[in-house]
């Protein structure tokens, strides 16, 4: 007689809830993040105090270049396919999705070969293998932008978290701590280190394509397609992610040229090691994404608030105390780097207080796209960002390398304000935590009942 599993209805219902699904990416998110701050230490360790400054150079310019070549599609997914699907227009759903792949493959070959010429006629000292491999990384993030995007809409954001975040930081670790003993006479550097990362992600990237592929509503086609909006939508989208993700890259990029690179090493390090807990931010805003899309293209304001709502209590409280942990190990997480990295622990205490902020600001990049205010982040954070770059080789010459630090958080405070100004402007939603007290489209006791009822519902399964 066979024996069967059965799981409890209740507990179904709670596993699959939008709840239990932020908290399991928020989990994976965690894991992502030190896995990731691994590897770049490992590589750190393998390549040496000079030759990591040059890797945080180049892999943040690929990054840079790879963010470009996706031309937004991520969230273009996100915003048409859940338009499509309110409409119940297959026809467009299926065109939205053919207009992104083919703008996808596009863009991400011209990111590719951009990153190598100019690495070429900029950097011809640079050894070749770091203008084929932050080429290759370019083109292949470029395209896996696009297919977390399609994954998301798809609402399988587990499997898109777990593969891009995770999977594929303890592969290239894998291969990067393999080499040497592989291949003895190949040393680490730069270019060995960005073109490990690239093949790997190729891996992960053809692992999303079969899975989306089986999942797509129908054959894709081109019919239908609203070319002049759609790309008029990608151009917006294109800036808009290159200014979202420029805070993270160019501050590296920039600051190669003004110290030398055996300096710059320490202050990537140092963002590396916040963007742990930046991708915990981004893993609620994954998940709450698609809700909050569906919540503005049905033009439901309260629901909009609730879902913001949801992502700063999920996101709120660990963010604060993984700051705090941050703070409290700051030598020692960077002396894992290299043990020279822990004279520059104030230079990770200031970018933990500007990643405090972003996690209480919430999801103000995402929420001005989906309002069609895009143009408009490019501008305030555009603005806010070179108002930073402008200052830094003043801070720096004034304060050191901390100088950079005091620009990074200045610009964030300054672009957190203003978004969450224009999306109470525009729709009366607060995305930060100031939405909970009642400055958004709910009240205090508004805000507290629904999250009590949606806790209720997730834990007790109460209709």
């Known amino acids: 007689m066979a024996l069967t599993l059965r799981i409890p209805q209740p507990a179904r219902r709670l596993t699959s809830g939008s709840t239990f699904q932020s908290l399991l990416v928020f989990a994976i998110k ?18 040496g105090v000079e030759e990591f400054g040059k890797f945080s150079i180049f892999f943040s310019a690929a990054m840079m270049a790879g963010t470009a070549g996706s031309l937004g599609q991520q969230v273009f997914l996100v915003k048409e396919i859940a338009r499509a699907q309110h409409a119940d227009d297959a026809q467009l759903e299926t065109a ?27 950097y011809p000292d640079q050894a070749y293998s770091v203008a084929v491999g932050g080429g290759f990384l370019a083109v292949t993030y470029a395209l896996s932008q696009t297919t977390l995007g399609a994954l998301r809409i798809q609402n399988r954001i587990v499997l898109a978290v777990a593969s891009r975040d995770l999977i594929w930081r303890i592969l290239t670790s894998v291969v990067i701590a393999l080499l040497p003993w592989l291949l003895p006479a190949l040393s680490i550097d730069a270019g060995v280190a960005l073109l490990s990362m690239a093949v790997s992600l190729l891996c992960i990237i053809v692992w999303h394509a079969v899975a989306i592929a089986t999942r797509l509503p129908s054959r894709l086609s081109l019919r239908g397609a609203i070319y002049r909006r759609w790309m008029q939508l990608t151009a917006g989208l294109t800036f808009v992610a290159v200014i979202s993700s420029a805070d993270l890259y160019i501050f590296s990029i920039v600051l190669g040229k003004i110290v030398p690179a055996s300096e710059v090493g320490p202050f990537f390090a140092a963002m590396k090691t916040v963007e742990v807990v930046n991708l915990l931010l981004m893993s609620v805003a994954l998940v709450v ?113 901390v100088g ?8 964030k405070v300054v672009w957190n304000a203003a978004a969450i100004i224009s999306s109470r402007l525009k729709t009366g939603v607060d995305p930060s935590c100031l939405g909970l007290f009642g400055s958004g489209a709910l009240t205090f006791r508004q805000s507290v009942g629904e999250l009590r009822r949606a806790l209720s519902k997730a834990l007790h399964d109460q209709r």
């Open 404 to 411: 950079a630090a005091y620009a990074y958080v200045l610009s």
């Open 96 to 122: 939205a999705y053919a207009f992104s792949f083919v703008s996808t493959v596009i863009g991400s070959v011209a990111s590719g070969v951009l990153f190598f010429v100019l690495v070429t006629v900029l």
């Open 289 to 401: 994404g698609p809700n909050i899309a569906r919540a503005i293209a049905a033009r439901d304001s309260r629901l909009a608030q609730i879902e913001c709502n949801a992502a700063i209590v999920i996101q709120g409280l660990p963010a604060v105390f993984a700051c705090l942990a941050v703070l409290a190990f700051a030598h020692q997480l960077l002396g894992l780097f290299n043990a020279s990295f822990s004279e520059h622990a104030n230079v990770l205490y200031v970018l933990t207080i500007g990643t405090l902020v972003n996690a209480l600001a919430g999801p103000t990049v995402l929420m001005l796209q989906l309002i069609d205010l895009h143009w408009r982040q490019v501008a305030l954070q555009g603005g806010s960002l070179i108002a930073a770059l402008a200052l830094l080789p003043m801070l720096v010459h004034e304060f050191g390398l």
């Open 30 to 47: 965690a894991v992502a993040g030190l896995s990731g701050y691994l590897l770049f230490a490992l590589i750190a360790r393998k390549s």
